[in-house]
């Protein structure tokens, strides 16, 4: 009862993952061009008997039919027994793929095995293992297994299973690092934490994870067999029973092909060989790309260019001058989209305005997906290829950062506007000390600094700004700890005296402690040097402490902005309500704290009205259909003290 | 058997073999991760275990869970020694107490359905007698979990679910196997504060529905506090003050505590106050500093306590502190 109805589940659920990885594969064009490669040789391979015009065996009926051109009776010609090439050329393709898939799989299984245990178990065992391999990789393969076949009977099976037992210490490399790395994740530790046993963990958590390396492993390996099965037989070691073309070479070769000039019996095999390799590289890159996302680099690519706003030119000029002491950084009315093709762009930034002053510190908060990095992104024109300025102007010093190009922009980027990431762990090169890094932030945004004294000094200066004692300078990263990785961030960032610095989540994953000293450095940089600082967060806690103005972010519009203060007591809008009664408040500990149920809206599917409808608990009809505007609350203390909620339109 | 200890840790150390300082060394040194640590669960109670990173309380739920063996001491369960279990009989004490990790991204599988995962337990301890049987426990686990309805859930994957909802998955692997104990570390660092309440509210909801006591641990007092019936503050592999929460939270007696409590973002800047930052981070649990180990950043440091280390201080029946300050 129980396996009749759990096995058509599995199966089932195996074809939705087969079905959506070929969805993925269909559309990767490398992979498909070697599969296709691939399978039609396969297919000649399969019906050779069919497809051939003679007998494999037949030899030449004639004696002048030797090394003949090609012609109409003989597409490749004939070679020197007066056989059909290309009858040859077709049964061939049977011996070099049954000697490369099977002499794969052996190798497979044994580097497989291997590279699981040793990975797996780890200790003796598995320095063993790797020894072993390691004395198998410095011994050439090739002159091993010409000494191995010579001293054999030069058969099929032999040639098989000497490539097969060379040929798999590359996969048990490969294996047992993937083995290590998915060790070491949670989750396999959940599992033990669960109960669960050796066998399990293996079948269930490391294969799973190891298999798709695997595939893509054994199409290299197998293509590596074919290799070196025509090595061998080219150099006589095949067995003269079976036709592989590594064989048709050899017997072309050894007798005088080349000299009479007969092409045709040395290029088709060759050829042979060629397309199969060929097509198992470009299935084995296909399948990598597919597999291994980390060969993704799409962030890399320059975004797309900016698409201005209504206001003309003229206008904007006009608008510069009556703000005569503009403020530091104006943002306008900024929207960004994300392209998706073939669906309508997600809108994942909207209408979002705010000022900063000299040495104001701005808390831009909201939950993960709300869009505040984003918008961060694209203050700097970073957005990644997808992301694109659809409306709206950054105002820096007066000057619209979205209409500069690329060389201009640069100019801004670091020196006038910095930014320091969250995972500064992540951020700094492992195998360079900091000081150097640093230097070397200096030396790419500053020509004028040089390699010298002046250079070693700034360094030290940047450090002792941000806490770090001088002698640090030399150690490399995996030295410091996270919160002084973080600061070394804070330093790099301030190496060309920017003017305003964006800190996106700079304490997200840090102790309690570690983040209330970076907060307290901050808050001395800027009154130190007058810098001003947008400070990214989810956490309204972090924002209290240090912030002088406030933006609450949802679902990529801003449902309020006012002063500091204004937002803790006197919040307009729902969400910032909610969101502050979420908070636990150890001045009144209460048995069950309030939260906002549901999750954030997804940028692909945002709600028609409000944004925020969906979870608001003061939500009315109008919410759902219709999307509020800002308003600009006038009776509040707040000079600029901005929400959009259609409650506020009776206020306003 | 009494009430008191249901889950009773004695004397408990753990020293990894840390790397000589150089090739030539002959001491061998070791890594003080965990090093005495007292203290007893009663059922249903949650005992939040606070401090920063390198206090050793992650390394205590490993030893807590047996997937570390403790270098000495002694971890009573119900009074049976479970310090030292074979395969078998740990296996058994595994549907008792359970875990949840900090970062829900990493501790599930990515190749695994929800209900894969949270059927697992049951696979790997032969619960239940089919699979209508097991299905019925995966979706009440579900349920209790947030996960509802559980059905629109099963078929999906870990990448198409938010932190919060991963973080319910994992609460719901390890309610499926109806344990006793809920070992939580750091269950909501990774989550966004208005996630947190709700993750918090459902660990404080089980304990009450479900009887289950919880030791939850974590660098942020502010996020536990409220829902803990107990803190114990950890320093460099000690307990340096453990008492009822209102006790630790109002009426800190260690100065380490005091600071912790100083640094907790307060949701008001009309609140902002004047807090303790502690210079420097804690020190390398290999070279241990001498007397008191927090004497190095304690603000308060006397001569004394470089010196001697402070013995425990009872300050009331519940509460505790280590600090020579408090001897009379």
């Not at chain 1, 190798?107 to 293992?129: D, H, P, Q, T, Y």
């Not at chain 1, 929207?335 to 073939?342: A, D, F, H, K, T």
């Not at chain 2, 063996?69 to 107490?97: S, Y």
Request: charged share 20%.
């Amino acid at each position: 009862m129980e396996t009749s109805t759990q096995v058509p589940e599995i199966q089932n659920q195996w074809i939705i993952r087969l079905t959506n990885f070929w969805r993925t594969f269909s559309k990767n064009r490398i992979g498909i061009v070697g599969l296709a490669m691939l399978i039609v040789i396969v297919f000649m391979a399969i019906f050779a008997p069919v497809i051939a015009p003679y007998d494999s065996s037949s030899s030449a009926s004639e004696i002048g039919d030797v090394y003949n051109p090609p012609s109409s009776s003989h597409w490749f010609g004939t070679d020197d027994a007066g056989q059909d090439v290309f009858s040859n050329f077709v049964f061939g393709a049977r011996v070099s793929l049954i000697v490369g898939f099977f002499a794969a799989f052996i190798s497979i299984i044994i580097g497989g095995l291997l590279g699981l245990v040793a990975g797996f178990f780890g200790g003796r065992m598995e320095n063993f293992i790797m020894r072993f391999t390691d004395i198998m990789l410095v011994i050439p393969d090739l002159p091993l297994m010409v000494v191995v076949v010579a001293l054999t009977k030069p058969s099929l099976l032999n040639i098989i299973f000497v490539i097969g037992l060379l040929g798999w210490t590359t996969t048990a490399r490969v294996v047992r690092s993937q083995t290590l790395a998915v060790k070491s994740r949670k989750f396999v530790l959940r599992a033990r934490a669960v109960g669960a046993g050796k066998g399990h963990i293996i079948s269930r958590h490391i294969l799973p994870l190891v298999t798709p390396i695997l595939v893509v492993q054994a199409v290299l390996v197998v293509s590596l067999a074919i290799l070196n099965e025509s090595a061998l037989s080219f150099l006589g070691l095949g067995d003269p029973t079976a036709l592989s073309w590594g064989q048709m070479l050899n017997y072309a070769f050894g007798r005088g092909a080349m000299s009479i000039g007969a092409w045709w019996a040395l290029l088709f095999p060759g050829f042979g060989i060629v397309w199969v390799v060929l097509g198992l590289t470009l299935l084995g890159q296909g399948l990598e790309q597919i597999l291994n996302p980390r060969l993704d680099t799409h962030h890399l690519m320059p975004g797309r260019p900016v698409i201005q706003g209504k206001m003309g030119m003229a206008l904007e000029k006009i608008i510069e001058k009556i703000i005569e002491k503009s403020p530091l950084l104006e943002v306008r009315n900024l929207s960004i989209n994300y392209i998706n093709e073939g669906k309508p762009p997600a809108r994942a930034v909207e209408n979002i305005s705010f000022t900063l002053k000299e040495g104001e510190l701005i808390g831009l908060v909201g939950e993960s997906g709300c869009g505040k990095t984003t918008l961060m992104l694209a203050l700097l024109r970073l957005l990644p290829s997808a992301g694109q300025i659809v409306n709206g102007q950054v105002l820096f010093n007066g000057k619209n950062l979205t209409a500069l190009n690329e060389q201009e922009i640069n100019a801004v980027r670091w020196k006038d506007i910095s930014i320091v990431f969250q995972g500064a762990m992540n951020a700094l090169n492992p195998v360079r000390t900091v000081g150097d890094q640093i230097a070397e932030a200096i030396i790419k945004h500053m020509p004028g600094f040089a390699r010298d004294q002046r250079l070693q000094e700034r360094v030290i200066e940047l450090l002792d700004l941000v806490g770090i004692a001088a002698d640090h300078k030399e150690h490399f990263p995996h030295q410091y700890s996270g919160g002084m990785r973080q600061r070394a961030m804070i330093a790099m960032a301030l190496a060309c005296n920017p003017q305003i610095i964006i800190a996106d989540e700079p304490t997200t994953a840090l102790d309690v402690m570690i983040q209330a000293q970076i907060l307290e450095l901050l808050d001395s940089l800027r009154k130190k040097l007058g810098l001003a600082i947008i400070f990214v967060t989810h956490d309204l806690g972090v924002v209290a402490e240090i912030c002088d103005k406030v933006l609450v972010m949802y679902g990529g519009v801003t449902a309020e902005y006012a002063d500091v203060d204004i937002i803790y007591n006197e919040s307009r809008h729902p969400y910032t309500q909610e969101l502050l009664k979420a908070f636990p408040d150890l001045t009144k500990p209460k048995k069950k704290l309030s939260s906002i149920p549901g999750y954030p809206p997804r940028l692909d599917a945002l709600p028609a009205g409000c944004r925020f409808a969906p979870r608001c608990p003061l939500a009315f009809e109008r919410c759902h259909t219709e999307q509020p505007l800002l308003h600009k609350l006038n009776d509040s203390q707040s000079a600029d003290h901005i929400a959009s909620c259609h409650l506020l339109e009776a206020s306003k | 058997m009494s009430k008191d200890n249901f889950l009773e840790v004695r004397g408990l150390k753990k020293y990894f073999d840390a790397d000589r300082p150089s090739f030539f060394s002959r001491e061998p040194r070791y890594v003080h991760a965990v090093d005495g640590i007292d203290f007893q669960l009663r059922h249903s109670e949650v005992i939040a275990l606070v401090g920063e990173s390198g206090c050793g309380k992650s390394t205590l739920a490993l030893l807590l869970m047996g997937l570390e063996e403790p270098t000495e001491g002694a971890i009573l369960f119900e009074g049976r020694d479970i310090t030292h279990l074979n395969d078998n009989e740990r296996k058994g004490l595994r549907r008792k107490i359970q875990m949840i990790f900090q970062d829900p991204y990493e501790s599930l599988n990515p190749t695994q359905t929800i209900e894969e995962i949270i059927n697992e337990p049951l696979v790997v301890h032969g619960i239940g007698n089919n699979k209508n049987e097991r299905d019925e426990r995966v979706k009440k686990a579900m349920e209790d979990s947030g996960l509802k309805p559980a059905e629109v859930y099963l078929q999906r994957f870990p990448h198409e679910l938010s932190g919060g909802q991963r973080q319910r998955v994992v609460i719901a692997a390890a309610l499926v196997l109806e344990p006793e104990i809920l070992l939580a570390d750091e269950p909501v660092s990774m989550l966004d504060v208005s996630i947190r309440a709700e993750i918090i509210n459902l660990l404080a909801e089980l304990r009450i529905t479900r009887q289950i006591a919880v030791i939850f641990i974590t660098h942020d007092l502010g996020s536990v506090g409220f829902f803990a019936d107990r803190v114990a503050v950890m320093y460099l592999g000690r307990i340096v003050e453990i008492g009822t929460m209102l006790e630790v939270l109002e009426k800190p007696q260690h100065p380490y505590t005091k600071a912790l409590i100083s640094v907790i973002p307060v949701p008001n800047p009309r609140l902002r106050h004047e807090r303790i930052i502690l210079q420097g981070e804690t020190p390398n649990p290999i070279d241990l500093p001498s007397g008191c180990r927090f004497h190095p950043r304690c603000p308060l440091a006397m001569a004394t306590c470089k010196a001697s280390d402070p013995p425990f201080i009872t300050l009331s029946k519940t509460h505790q502190a280590a600090c020579l300050l408090l001897v009379k």
